[in-house]
Structure formats: C-alpha cells, structure tokens
C-alpha cells in the first residue's frame, strides 16, 4: 500500500513537499515515481528515481523546479517541489514500478498511491 501525504493549497512560488509511505510490503530494487492529473486532462509523469537513489529523471515542465528523493530505510519517497505555478495544479500519485529503466507511462507501473492534492493559487 503506497500513501501520499503533504498536498494543500499554496500561492504561486511557494513550496510543498509530498511523501509517499509504502506499507504492508518493501518495493527494494524497485523504482518509484510520482506522476500528477489535473481536472479533464490525462495523468502525467512528473520524476521518477530508481532504488539506488543514483538515477532520477523527470518531466521537461518541472526540471530545475521538483527534486525526488527517497529514503528506502522508511521505504519513503519524496518531491519537493518549489516555484509553484498555477499550472502544476493537480491531483499528486505516487507509484511503483518492478521495471528498470526510463518509464514514464503510466501503464509500466504496477502499484499506485490514493493520490494528494496540490492546487497553487495565482
């Protein structure tokens, strides 16, 4: 079970950190990502890190902005996320993948969280 906490509501430029507590199983070696959906449109990739910690990738819109990060003693993962815009506006879920590599789909991902929500005001 994956559980994402810290959503809320923020003004533009603010800050937020979201975290996701997987419980009832350890995902060692596996990757975990966050991607996001804002109302009518299709859920996105955001960043995603592998088991290491070594090897992160994200989306070109939040690049330099969002930092993953993740703590695999509290099989935790993190996105900070500063300089907020009203754009990343959406519905946060973290999720888990057994695959390596690059996966940005939402389809590659075996485990996904409840969901948090983030809504930056203008």
């Known amino acids: 079970q994956l559980v994402e906490s810290g959503g809320g509501l923020v003004q533009a430029g603010g800050s937020l950190r979201l975290s996701c507590a997987a419980s009832?199983?350890?995902?060692?070696?596996?990757?975990m990502g966050w991607f996001r959906q804002a109302p009518g449109k299709e859920r996105e990739f955001v960043a995603h890190i592998a088991w290491s910690g070594g090897s992160t990738y994200y989306t070109d819109s939040v690049e330099g902005r969002f930092t993953i990060s993740r703590d695999n003693a509290k099989n935790t993962v993190y996105l900070q996320m500063n300089s907020l815009k009203p754009e990343d506006t959406a519905v946060y879920y973290c999720?888990?993948?057994?695959?390596?590599?690059?996966?940005?789909?939402?389809?590659?991902?075996?485990?996904w969280g409840q969901g948090t929500q983030v809504t930056v005001s203008s």
């Open positions: 009832g199983r350890t995902f060692s070696g596996y990757t």
């Open positions: 999720a888990v993948t057994r695959r390596y590599g690059l996966r940005i789909s939402s389809n590659e991902y075996d485990y």
